[in-house]
């Protein structure tokens, strides 16, 4: 099961611990959710996720200081009590010392940031999002071209590694050759990105390893990126029937997201670069509601209609 080491959450988010004392070296976060326990503070505890991060903003640090000694010795206990993986204050709020007591009681970790309530929870689930994102690795290229992330596929050898490398010098960006880690962030969004051990290098048969980066400068490579259409590269088939009007999309699927695909002969003469950089501006243009091969049909109707009626 995927997992975030709190330890990584504190360091990720540049966050101060309040209770050094708890132990936080085993503590892992295993789902994206979090809670803002307002109704758990209120005394409601039924249906309550243990497994999610708690996050106090202004609201709720203001109600738990109006509380009473007693009502807050019953609900620091029932909610601490409960194996939560940590609670974080925001906007730099310090929680009082019956709260960390009841923290230390329970062995709960107790966090702080300085950051406002709205943006730390929109940053904190963008980060346990992708880290939690199911994942799976494929053998390919991804290449952002045009701001379309654009995932080359084929057999071992057939010249994604080489379409990739002009695509660079054309002057867009590499994100990850050999290797694609796929995440699925939501049911419309797969991101793809490179293992950190071959991020930013390619191989060439003949040549070897190539650092691009280096090569072409930090501008010639990304990190991550969406992955919006897939480009098969197979070797030409004289015999096989290749569309040649686009009419009707074609989908490939990774962990059950459907993605454009296009599937590309090769043969000798066939610009790859070329070729993927206009499936992608083709693909743009599919995105604001232009299509080339549905104008081209109806060029054609419009054109068999005034001849039949002519005639």
């Known amino acids: 099961m995927a997992f975030v080491a709190l330890e990584e959450l504190i360091g990720k ?38 497994s999610r991060v708690e996050i106090i903003g202004f609201v709720e640090y203001s109600y738990m200081e109006q509380l009473d000694e007693e009502r807050k010795r019953y609900i620091y206990d029932e909610l601490l009590k409960t194996g939560i993986p940590c609670v974080i204050f925001c906007r730099d709020l310090d929680p009082d010392p019956l709260f960390l007591e009841y923290a230390l009681k329970y062995g709960v970790p107790v966090l702080k940031t300085v950051r406002a309530t709205s943006d730390f929870e929109a940053e904190i689930i963008r980060f346990l999002s992708w880290k939690l994102a199911p994942c799976i690795s494929i053998h390919g290229v991804l290449v952002d071209v045009y701001g379309e992330g654009v995932l080359i596929t084929g057999e071992s050898g057939i010249g994604k590694s080489e379409a990739a490398l002009e695509l660079v010098k054309r002057g867009h960006r590499l994100i990850t050759d050999d290797v694609v880690e796929i995440r699925k962030v939501s049911d419309e969004q797969l991101v793809g990105s490179a293992p950190d051990i071959t991020k930013h290098f390619i191989e060439l048969r003949g040549i ?19 992955i919006d259409m897939v480009i098969q590269l197979e070797d030409w088939d004289k015999d096989k029937d290749y569309d040649r009007l686009g009419l009707e999309e074609e989908y490939t699927e990774y962990l059950g997201n459907k993605i454009v ?51």
């Open 13 to 50: 988010m540049s966050l101060s611990n309040l209770t050094p004392e708890v132990d936080i070296t085993s503590r892992k976060i295993i789902i994206q959710d979090i809670n803002r326990p307002a109704l758990q503070l209120a005394g409601f505890f039924e249906h309550f996720d243990t």
């Open 261 to 311: 695909c296009h599937n590309i002969p090769i043969r000798p003469g066939r610009n790859l670069a070329v070729i993927c950089e206009t499936a992608a501006v083709n693909y743009r243009q599919k995105k604001m509601g232009y299509n080339a091969a549905r104008e081209l049909y109806k060029r054609v109707q419009e054109n068999l209609a005034k001849k039949k009626n002519e005639t």
């Open 208 to 226: 070897g390893i190539v650092d691009i980066m280096s090569l072409f400068g930090a501008s010639s490579v990304e990190d991550e990126h969406n």
